[in-house]
Structure formats: C-alpha cells, structure tokens
C-alpha cells in the first residue's frame, strides 16, 4: 500500500513538472529577458524626471536688452535674468497659487531692498487672519526673505525665501519666489528700471 502511494505520488509530481516545463522554458528564453537596453526600454514604461523649464532667448520677448530684462515664466515656475551685456540667468521659483492672484504683462522693477520688511496685503489677512500687520526685515519668518525687488504693479515683487519648500511649487500670494541664495546672486545685477515680463 505505502508503495502504491509513492507511485501515485511521484506521478502526480512528474505530470505537474511536465505541465510546467513549457513555461519554465518560455521565462528563460530571451524574449523574456533581452539582452540590450533597446530591448528593454521597448518593454518597460520610462519616468523621466526632467524640469519642464529650458533656456529662453530674451529677443522673444523684449524689443532690446536696456538695463536688463527679467522673464517670470509662471507655467515652468522659473526666472530668465539677462544683463545689458547678455549675461544670462536662469532660476527655478515660486509663482502664485491660483490664477486669480497671478498678475501677467510687462512691468519694471521700481526698487528694491535687502533684508525688506513684510505687510500682508488686505486681501491676505482677510484669507489669514493671523498674519501679523507687519513684519520687520531680518525676522525668522519672513516671507520676503533677505532680498526684494518692487515690480511696477503694487504689492507684486520678485523675492526670496526662508522657505525653500515653496521653490518649484503655486505657493505665493502672487509673488515670484527664489531660494535666498539665488535672489542674493541675482540682485546687484538686476538695476532700476530692469523690464520684467511676467509670462
């Protein structure tokens, strides 16, 4: 009887190992595994990683360089810098939350400030009724952070931040945010009178 079982048993097991052989042999032949990427990349789905911002040319955009142009590109959440010489550079930034606080068109930079004070705006405290009235230059805190310059438009400045998980990202009240580092390099060669686009 015990040798009756083994022999059902063994059978059983070398019907099933017969029943899975032609897959075994199909996951080990190349079509299952290529050799070369090209292979691979045509089966596999890729995720690219890559920013949506690229270089931009200030002659789409400006009639002349001037004293310098500066292009806030809200869609690909990056600033173009190009100096009288030609000088160019390219940031990523902050941009306004929603498209009703984004202001778009042509302006100029008015002034600007190192270490500027913060007021919110009527309409941001009404949205935040805790921000404070006003908040001094140098503050742990402020939104502004250490440099700012004044677009021709109230209340609407090109800045930096404390906050550098604002950078890449609709964080703003309307303002175009920079990395604190970025806006240091980039305000001694932005003058008065640098013509901004805001696109």
Known sequence: ????????????????????????????????????????????????????????????HFDELG???????????????????????????????????????????????ENPSWTPTASMRERDPSLPVRMDGGEPGNPLGTRAMYLGWPAYLVHGT????????QSSSGCIGLYNQHVEELYPLVQVGTQVRLL
């Open 162 to 169: 404390h906050d550098t998980r604002k950078i890449g990202r």
């Open 67 to 113: 004293v310098g142009c500066l292009l806030a590109d809200i869609t690909s959440r990056a600033v173009h810098y190009w100096g009288p010489d030609g000088t160019y550079k390219l940031y990523p930034s902050s941009v306004p939350m929603s498209e009703e606080l984004t202001k778009r068109g042509y302006t100029k930079v008015t002034r600007k400030t």
């Open 1 to 60: 009887m015990s040798s009756s079982r083994i022999n059902r048993r063994t059978a059983l097991l070398g019907v099933a190992s017969l029943m899975a052989t032609p897959q075994l042999l199909r996951a080990q032949s190349s079509d299952a595994f290529p050799q070369d990427e090209e292979a691979i990349s045509t089966q596999l789905p890729v995720r690219r990683n890559v920013s949506s911002f690229s270089q931009q040319k200030w002659q789409d």
